[in-house]
């Protein structure tokens, strides 16, 4: 499924450190991922200092007596927030791993392409992970792992291993690398139902960013489904539905790291941040991959490599007053099918685009075609409900029924979902 309706930021799986263009001053969303740079002292010589001339002696000034302590009873609640904290972070701090990647950019060259020389041969970029289960099974972003020749792990007590990948699934941005043995007393983190996530909520995050290993933070969940932009495919862009946004400072290398409620259950994946042009760092919005997602993707990319997403084979455009008075629907609310993918699901129920092409915001749109309004009796208010509710709660093989209005006329369609090419 693609959306025609722009993002508010597009998601940039650089793998790196950034470079936005200069004089931008437009918000975009970075992934959220550390370039590994060797560090070497410089060698040349310094100067010996210049001793300092004898200074005068001051008169002594009146003995003050520091300020006292406050009421320990003044600080109960945040002394028992700060003891929750401390236990959290002891208890989940060891099951989160940075993951140091080895990459090579020849292997993404085009053919015939001269090679690039000095190809580095240790590390090139950094992010985090945690343990999913006690065989060894580690979760990630798939940007962190993707194109690497070789992974190495790195655990809380400065022990490593070697990572193998298991699978990755870019449509939800999530990977599965697995290790052959584990420190001793390292325990998996348990998944929450991400679905129960609430704003206001605390959230903690915990990881490697730039490269300061097992490194805490603490906010709030300031938003729920939220949708980034995810991979494209020649006929479209797919988006990845039910994220998190969150204002627990994350920034690059806290890529593939847990979000954490404050019983130590994993509710999400950190996967990006919101940057304006200039700066790659948090500037206060960020971005987790639900544990909702982790609990149906992971367990299909240990078993078979990869995860089969739900797929209608439709483009759309989400309705409001605005557009529906502009060209007269008969809903202000629903997604507007503006596009059928041959051989499609969609194509198959027989969903159907318009013929009257009008002008908006300076594209061509078909603004007569069907509108969904409902899925299952849910109903859809956006592109984002819609691709929500299909990623949530269906799998491919289920046949959902769309409630449609077709020249204004109410009608319900059945369509069963196919695998996403």
Request: charged share 15%.
């Amino acid at each position: 499924m693609r959306r025609l309706l722009p993002l508010l930021a597009a998601l940039s799986l650089v793998g790196c450190s950034f470079a936005p263009s200069a004089g931008s001053t437009e918000p975009t969303v970075a992934a959220i991922q550390t370039q590994v740079a060797a560090m070497q002292s410089g060698g040349a010589a310094r100067p010996s200092p210049t001793p300092r001339a004898p200074q005068p002696t001051d008169a002594p000034l009146p003995t003050i007596p520091p300020q006292p302590t406050i009421d320990p009873d003044l600080g109960s609640a945040m002394r028992g927030q700060e003891d929750l904290l401390v236990a959290l972070y002891r208890r989940a701090g060891p099951a989160v791993v940075s993951i140091e990647v080895v990459s090579d950019p020849n292997l993404g060259l085009p053919s015939g392409h001269p090679a690039i020389p000095n190809v580095p041969d240790g590390p090139t970029s950094q992010g985090s992970g945690f343990l999913y289960d006690d065989q060894g099974y580690i979760i990630t972003n798939n940007h962190v792992v993707e194109g690497s020749t070789e992974l190495q792990v790195r655990f809380y007590d400065g022990s490593t291993s070697i990572g193998r990948l298991i699978g990755t699934d870019p449509d939800s941005d999530l990977a599965v690398i697995k290790v052959s043995q584990l420190p001793p007393g390292v325990a998996p983190l348990p998944l929450a139902d991400s679905r129960t996530v609430a704003v206001g909520q605390t959230a903690v995050a915990i990881g490697n960013p730039f490269g300061e290993q097992n490194t805490l933070t603490v906010g709030v969940i300031s938003g729920v489904g939220r949708t980034l932009r995810g991979p494209s495919r020649d006929f479209g862009t797919f988006s990845i539905p039910n994220i998190i946004q969150t204002d627990a400072a994350i920034n690059p290398g806290n890529s593939g790291g847990p979000l954490l409620n404050i019983r130590g259950e994993v509710i999400g994946v950190n996967t990006a941040i919101a940057v304006s042009a200039g700066g790659g760092s948090f500037e206060g919005v960020g971005y987790a991959v639900p544990a909702w997602s982790v609990s149906r993707v992971a367990p299909a990319l240990i078993a078979r490599g990869r995860y089969e997403h739900p797929w209608m084979g439709i483009s759309m455009l989400p309705l409001d007053a605005l557009f529906a008075e502009r060209f007269g629907l008969q809903a202000s609310k629903g997604v507007l099918v503006t596009g059928v993918q041959p051989e499609s699901p969609a194509e198959r129920a027989a969903i159907q685009v318009g013929e009257r092409v009008e002008q908006y915001n300076g594209v061509d749109i078909r603004v007569d075609g069907d509108i969904i309004v409902a899925i299952n009796g849910q109903p859809v208010a956006s592109g984002d409900d819609l691709i929500g509710y299909l990623d949530q709660e269906y799998a491919v093989g289920d046949t959902i029924t769309l409630s449609i209005l077709r020249d204004g006329r109410p009608q319900d369609v059945q369509l069963t979902l196919d695998a996403r090419p």
